[in-house]
């Protein structure tokens, strides 16, 4: 079974940066593509940004394409999500979500395997 854990939340200011990451555990990481998902009080949960196995194919949700990038490093089990830019739609319950790799990347949230717990990011005006 894999673990996820994101960290990196917190409180920011319209205009500025954070750095999410999520450390995986438990099975090999580098064989698995991983996303990122958020969740705003009463909304569904969206895709975010995807990223293969190899690091080398990325997709991003079109509210977040230029400001946010995702990334991983395998040698650290970790992938990450830098968030610049941030506006106050950002603000959310951000998860990490991983899957065996296929082709393609997978931008729905049932198309992924294993969960993180979420990390809070709040943006205010």
């Known amino acids: 079974q894999v673990q996820l854990v994101e960290s990196g939340g917190g409180l920011v200011q319209a205009g500025g940066s954070l750095r999410l990451s999520c450390a995986a555990s438990?099975?090999?990481?580098?064989?698995?593509?991983m996303g990122w998902f958020r969740q705003a009080p009463g909304k569904e949960r969206v895709f975010v940004a995807a990223?293969?196995?190899?690091?080398?194919?990325?997709s991003y949700a079109d509210s977040v394409k230029g400001r946010f990038t995702i990334s991983r490093d395998n040698a650290k089990n970790t992938v990450y999500l830098q968030m610049n830019s941030l506006k106050l739609d950002d603000t959310a319950v951000y998860y990490c979500?991983?899957?065996?790799?296929?082709?393609?990347?997978?931008?729905?949230?049932?198309?992924?395997?294993?969960w993180g717990q979420g990390t809070q990011v709040t943006v205010s005006s």
């Open positions: 979500a991983g899957k065996a790799k296929e082709l393609g990347l997978r931008v729905k949230d049932y198309e992924y395997d294993y």
């Open positions: 438990g099975r090999t990481f580098s064989t698995q593509d």
């Open positions: 990223i293969k196995w190899s690091g080398v194919s990325t």
